[in-house]
C-alpha cells in the first residue's frame, strides 16, 4: 500500500525558534492533511491543502502542497511551549472521502 | 456540540481475550472510520461506515475483527480473540457528508495492551 515517509521523527528546539517538518510519497495524492495531536488525545486537524502548490497559513502555521503533489511540508514559526505535541501529516486520493494515509508522526519537544 | 467520545480509554486484557472498543460519532455523522496507531509508527486505516453500511474494509487485519454500527448510530469493533500484535491505539473518527472537504474529527482513542 501506499506509505508517507515523515521526518524528522523527532525535534527538540527551544521557545522561540521555527520548526520545519516534511511528508514526501511515492505515490500521488490529490489533499494533504496536517494533523496535531497532542498527549490523551485524539489528532486535531491544523492545515487541509487540496491544490498542488498552494501554500496556506494558520496563525503561527504554514503548510504547502508540493507541486509534484508527492510531497508536502510544514512549519511553525516562533515556537510556544503549548506547541508540544506529535504532527501527522496525511494523505488523500479522494478528496472528502476521509480515507486517509498517515506518515508516523513527528514528535515535538519545545524547551522553556 | 458533543465531540466523538469512545469507550473504554484504557483496556489491558490477556492474548485469547475478546475485547470490544465503543464509538459515538458527532450527532448527525453519516461517516464514521476506525483508525490505529501501533507501537509509535503511522495511524493505519481500518475501515469506513457510511451510515450503517460498511464502504470499505480493505484495512481491517484479519478475520479476529468485527466492526458494526446497527442502526447507522453508534459503532462497536470487536477483536476476538486478541494477539499480542493487536497492541495499539484505537481510534474512531467522525465527519458530515453534507459538507464538501468535510474533516475527520477523532475520537481520544482507547489504548489496547494485550499481554
Known amino acids: 500500500g501506499q506509505q508517507l515517509n515523515q521526518s524528522p521523527q523527532s525535534m527538540f528546539i527551544q521557545e522561540g525558534e521555527d520548526v520545519s517538518m516534511n511528508c514526501t510519497s511515492s505515490?500521488?495524492?490529490?489533499?494533504w492533511l496536517w494533523y496535531k495531536q497532542d498527549p490523551g488525545e485524539g489528532p486535531v486537524l491544523l492545515i487541509a491543502?487540496?491544490?498542488?502548490?498552494e501554500l496556506t497559513s494558520n496563525g503561527r502555521l504554514t503548510a504547502q502542497f508540493g507541486i509534484t503533489r508527492k510531497d508536502s511540508f510544514l512549519n511553525i514559526s516562533a515556537s510556544i511551549p503549548s506547541d508540544v505535541g506529535i504532527y501527522f501529516c496525511?494523505?488523500?486520493?479522494?478528496?472528502?472521502?476521509?480515507?486517509?494515509?498517515f506518515g508516523d508522526g513527528t514528535t515535538l519537544t519545545v524547551k522553556p | 456540540e458533543a465531540g466523538v467520545t469512545q469507550f473504554p480509554s484504557h483496556s489491558v486484557i490477556e492474548k485469547g481475550q475478546t475485547v470490544t472498543l465503543r464509538c459515538d460519532p458527532i450527532?448527525?455523522?453519516?461517516?464514521l472510520y476506525w483508525y490505529r496507531r501501533v507501537m509509535g509508527k503511522e495511524i493505519k486505516f481500518l475501515l469506513h461506515?457510511?451510515?450503517?453500511?460498511?464502504?470499505?474494509e480493505s484495512g481491517m487485519p484479519n478475520n479476529r475483527f468485527l466492526a458494526e454500527r446497527t442502526g447507522g448510530t453508534y459503532s462497536t469493533l470487536k477483536v476476538q480473540p486478541a494477539e499480542l500484535e493487536d497492541s495499539g491505539v484505537y481510534f474512531c473518527?467522525?465527519?458530515?457528508?453534507?459538507?464538501?472537504?468535510?474533516?475527520?474529527?477523532f475520537g481520544n482513542g482507547t489504548r489496547l495492551t494485550v499481554t
Open positions: 461506515f457510511v451510515k450503517e453500511s460498511k464502504q470499505d
Open positions: 450527532s448527525g455523522h453519516d461517516n
Open positions: 491543502l487540496y491544490k498542488a502548490g
Open positions: 496525511a494523505g488523500q486520493i479522494n478528496t472528502n472521502a476521509g480515507k486517509s494515509t
Open positions: 473518527a467522525s465527519s458530515s457528508h453534507r459538507i464538501v472537504n468535510s474533516p475527520l474529527h
Open positions: 505515490s500521488i495524492f490529490n489533499t
